[in-house]
């Protein structure tokens, strides 16, 4: 007769048995960890590794088996340690190999690739980019030069820090000496006001603006930026506002409205861009982040109250034409196609353009059957031949190549392997310079020509010059367009496709550093992170290449 | 076999292993029963040492000829354990014996001489603890 358990012992039975499982994954997995201890363990003490593996199946729980693997791998660090550094080691025994002429050829070919300008530009503006405080430094060289150039009166000069400080007291101070050193450089009030206008330095700049430029819209973009401001005085006003109470408020419709009503638009975006490249020339810089920084922020003036102005315009262009009123529908409608007309024709960049268009779609649309209705068929057929052209995806419609998907992870993977190839140099490099350091000593005396670390230098001497050749040229490589980049916006005539080019460039050598930087290993220098990946990356290649290495072999004795 | 240090034979005899409060800890234990074989589970457990500190200091004694170590055979294995893996075992040569009584003593006549003087840190109690130091007996 079997013994008839009680239900609450079969219950318990069920438990132990869920724990049981769940501890012996775990220890399958401990288990399978402590072998790939003992397979990296160093060959000539690997009998310790098996000891300690053997010891495993004495633990009673799962805790005391994490705590005996934490061991092992503390004691195979140990290990890996004493073999490099121990004199007395079995592998003396075996003969080492020096670096021979080979090794001193590449070295110097690798140095020569840093005359290639696109590599030593590159590991310049890539390890300048890995300072976690160089924004700060950056600021601190543009106000540097910014105070140079008021000594000796260069107002160009001071305008083009004004434009580019990221201080924005410093930028609005900046702007206001500038205009009064050279009142013809008034233009610049309107660059980047989105992001100054709460600073009590900067009001009344629109005013300026409209006195030193009648009839550019422009000026009333900039007066509604300052009503805004006037709204929300303690807030930034493009990303804090209230944007009802902006949109509701009369002032701020109306300067959207003589906006709309202006005969001219001008973002001044090739004034700043030829003054960006006068001064740039004239300091020398092909640093990418200072050089291309700017170029798609240049003349970007927001047409947010132009938007609002018009849509109501064009819903009151709707009413009236429902209740009969032809005439007021098509003015209403011609006045916002008429705006998209001009910002389409005077518009400096590709943004401009665009937005453009996007006015003239919308007042067309109302104005084709007004005027169909009306039986001015010609004129409606034209109307309506313009609306092709200009519908979404329609050739003359113009098309962004930045920011699409392929671009981005162009960008992203460009950067990529510029950092990771600086990286590989500068380990490379480090390296190098340790072992010479060694063998330079083991030349002199018997004392350094024996032990671990005179082995891993010959090794380091014959092998890390090829991984210098090899990441200096891969950074010469990816570095190139963005040198390119640089000279072609510096030297040749500008074109929407330069601009950009040079922002997508930057992008790519800022990309990575921003996303460790804003990624929750923040608190680490930029440069660690990247060492470490680098690291990491020989690590799987030195694996994959021996486990290559020992396939062909076996294939070779077989 | 020549290395900057001269020969093995001569760093072997030359070269003093350092006796910290762990390593103590350990020659205690082995000392405690000094003909019998030791586990490396076991001897973590008396000592409370991590295996990540218990074997390195194992390997240098063992380096320096103090440590003899063997390895189970599968026919010595008691009927629980069988189709376990043969485990590693460890005792002190006769060498490692002089030797480790010659440390333990001199750590004794060390912490008699400091007691004295002061108060004891927390980590020194535990190796005149672990060296059985009667004046800490008698308190």
Not at chain 1, 90 to 108: M, S
Not at chain 1, 209 to 224: H, K, S, T, Y
Not at chain 2, 99 to 126: C, I, V, Y
Request: charged residues 20%; hydrophobic residues 45%.
């Amino acid at each position: 007769m079997f013994p008839i358990k009680p239900m609450r012992e079969i219950n318990n039975l069920d438990q132990r048995a869920n724990n049981s499982r769940q501890q012996s994954a775990s220890q399958k997995f401990i288990a399978i960890a402590f072998s790939k201890i003992v397979s990296l363990w160093p060959a000539d003490s690997r009998d310790w590794a098996l000891a300690m593996q053997a010891e495993l199946p004495q633990m009673e729980s799962t805790q005391q088996s994490l705590s005996w693997l934490a061991g092992g791998i503390m004691s195979l660090g140990k290990a890996w340690w004493n073999g490099a550094t121990s004199s007395d080691n079995k592998k003396d025994l075996a003969p080492v190999k020096k670096p021979g002429i080979l090794a001193a050829l590449v070295t110097v070919a690798a140095l020569a690739i840093l005359l290639i300008p696109s590599a030593n530009q590159g590991l310049r503006a890539v390890v300048t980019s890995w300072q976690p405080n160089h924004e700060a430094a950056q600021r601190g060289q543009l106000l540097r030069i910014a105070r140079e150039a008021e000594l000796r009166g260069d107002a160009k000069t001071v305008a083009f820090v004004a434009m580019r400080v990221d201080s924005l007291p410093d930028s609005v101070s900046l702007s206001n000496k500038a205009v009064s050193m050279d009142p013809s450089l008034t233009w610049i009030l309107s660059q980047g006001f989105y992001r100054t206008s709460w600073i009590p330095g900067a009001r009344g700049w629109s005013a300026k603006l409209e006195a030193w430029d009648p009839g550019n819209a422009v000026a009333f973009l900039v007066r509604a930026q300052e009503r805004v401001a006037e709204l929300n005085p303690d807030l930034n006003p493009i990303t804090q506002s209230p944007r009802e109470q902006i949109e509701n408020d009369p002032r701020w419709l109306d300067d959207g409205r003589k906006a709309l009503e202006s005969p001219r638009f001008d973002s001044y975006r090739n004034r700043r861009l030829a003054l960006d490249r006068d001064v740039l020339r004239s300091l020398g810089t092909t640093d990418p982040e200072i050089v291309g920084s700017d170029g798609l922020r240049a003349g970007w003036i927001s047409t947010w109250p132009v938007q609002k102005y018009s849509s109501q315009l064009l819903k009151d262009a709707k009413a009236a034409s429902e209740r009969g009123d032809k005439q007021t529908a098509k003015r209403d409608a011609w006045v916002v196609a008429h705006f998209g007309e001009i910002m389409r024709a005077h518009g400096e960049s590709e943004v401009d353009r665009r937005s453009g268009i996007s006015f003239m779609r919308s007042g067309y649309a109302v104005l084709q059957p007004l005027l169909a209705a009306e039986g001015r068929t010609d004129e409606a057929a034209m109307v309506a031949e313009e609306l092709e052209a200009i519908r979404p995806g329609a050739p003359g419609a113009g098309a962004f190549t930045i920011w699409t998907d392929s671009f981005m992870s162009r960008i992203k993977v460009t950067g990529i392997e510029m950092h990771l190839s600086a990286a590989f140099a500068i380990l490379f490099s480090s390296a190098l310079l340790l072992a010479g350091i060694w063998l330079l000593g083991a030349a002199y005396s018997e004392d350094f020509r024996s032990g671990g670390f005179y082995r891993a230098s010959c090794r380091i001497a014959r092998h890390a010059p090829t991984g210098l050749l090899a990441s200096l040229a891969l950074l010469a490589a990816t570095y190139s367009p963005v040198a390119d980049a640089v000279t072609e916006y510096l030297n040749k005539p500008i074109s929407n496709a330069t601009t950009e080019n040079l922002a997508g460039m930057y992008f790519s050598v800022s990309w990575p550093v921003q996303f460790l930087k804003y990624s929750n290993l923040a608190p680490y220098h930029p440069m660690f992170w990247m060492i470490v990946m680098a690291l990491g990356a020989l690590t799987i290649l030195t694996i994959i290449g021996r486990n290559l290495l020992n396939r062909t072999m076996r294939l070779k004795t077989a | 076999m020549a290395t900057r240090f001269g020969t093995s034979e001569q760093m072997h005899s030359s070269k003093q292993m350092r006796t910290s409060k762990q390593t103590l800890a350990l020659l205690n234990a082995l000392v405690a029963k000094p003909t019998q074989w030791h586990y490396g589970y076991a001897l973590s457990r008396e000592t409370e040492l991590m295996s990540g500190t218990l074997y390195p200091i194992l390997m240098r004694l063992e380096e320096r000829g103090w440590l003899e170590t063997q390895w189970e055979t599968s026919e010595a294995l008691p009927e629980d354990r069988a189709g376990r893996p043969p485990r590693h075992m460890y005792r002190l040569t006769a060498g490692g014996r002089a030797w480790a009584t010659e440390a333990l003593a001199a750590a004794r006549g060390a912490s008699k001489s400091k007691s004295a003087r002061a108060t004891l840190k927390p980590a020194r109690q535990h190796t005149r603890i672990l060296l059985g130091d009667p004046e800490l007996e008698r308190a």
